[in-house]
């Protein structure tokens, strides 16, 4: 049983591991974009839009912050032993509290890249816009509601509720 709680924890650091991993691609990728705008805006290049470059590494810094975060919480929470996460150690933000706080932390990273992934879109669209483009503003309405309907693990529960 000791042998698969150890498989269980490394597979659940090496997911960890892979997304902080991503993050930093994503950051690598979003300087590579923000080079290319600097270079455009230089140039008076109109060919590669300046705007929906610099909207793209907003968009892709953004996500990897999101995610890297995710990646660190995700292992204070589920890879570190109790021991290491129960002291003062570790920064409070990353110190593991309810499965609830986790998810609705995901689901506003979700919200948050969607926004934002449709603020590029509409940055970069052509002046005739498709009804298809109203799909993702509905799917952002669906999540928040759904987020809104969803009980919140650390922020309805904790000591700061008790207190208003």
């Known amino acids: ?71 660190a919480k995700v292992i204070a929470s589920f890879v570190l032993a109790e021991r290491v996460t129960a002291g003062d150690d570790l920064p409070s933000w990353i110190r593991p509290s309810e499965m609830g706080e986790l998810k609705s932390t995901f689901c506003q990273a979700i919200l948050v890249y969607l926004i934002v992934d449709f603020a590029t879109d509409m940055a970069t669209a052509d002046s005739k816009l498709e009804p298809g483009y109203l799909v993702l503003p509905a799917a952002i309405l669906l999540i928040a509601a759904a987020l809104k309907l969803m009980p919140h693990g650390g922020a309805a529960s904790g000591p700061q509720s008790e207190r208003h």
């Open 1 to 71: 049983m000791r042998a698969a709680g150890l498989a269980f924890r490394a597979i659940i650091a090496l997911a960890a591991l892979s997304m902080i991993g991503s993050g930093l691609v994503l950051l690598g990728e979003a300087g590579t974009n923000l080079l290319a705008a600097a270079r455009a805006m230089l140039a008076n290049d109109h060919a590669q839009s300046t705007i929906s470059l610099v909207m793209k590494t907003i968009d892709e810094c953004l996500f990897a912050v999101i995610i890297t975060l995710l990646g």
